[in-house]
């Protein structure tokens, strides 16, 4: 089982910045991608970004590239999400997520509570 905890949400203005993170524990979540979620009010769950929670290639929506960087630090079971030039329409409430796939939310097995963000134009 993998236990996931996210922080770093907030109220920001438009063109600002926030980081989330994700923090991992259990058993064998190395063998698991690290995935962001994020849901907007009254819309489904969309993919944002995905990584291998050990690090490699990063893979991000259309809708966030450029924008958002994902890393990773494996020693601290840890997992960042560095949003920049963020819009209002980035406001959801975002999810970190671990599975064995990469762009639907089907292929994640353990989530996180999520953590809100509002951007405010």
């Known amino acids: 089982h993998v236990q996931l905890v996210e922080s770093g949400g907030g109220l920001v203005p438009a063109g600002g910045s926030l980081r989330l993170s994700c923090v991992a524990s259990?058993?064998?979540?190395?063998?698991?991608?690290a995935g962001w979620f994020r849901q907007a009010p009254g819309k489904e769950r969309e993919f944002v970004a995905a990584?291998?929670?050990?690090?490699?290639?990063?893979y991000y929506a259309d809708s966030v590239k450029g924008r958002f960087t994902l890393s990773t630090d494996s020693a601290q079971s840890t997992v960042f999400l560095q949003m920049n030039t963020l819009k209002p329409e980035d406001t959801a409430v975002y999810y970190c997520a671990a599975g064995l796939g990469w762009y639907t939310s089907s292929e994640y097995d353990y989530w996180g509570q999520g953590t809100r963000v509002t951007v405010s134009s």
């Open positions: 259990g058993d064998t979540f190395n063998n698991y991608v």
């Open positions: 990584v291998r929670w050990t690090g490699g290639t990063t």
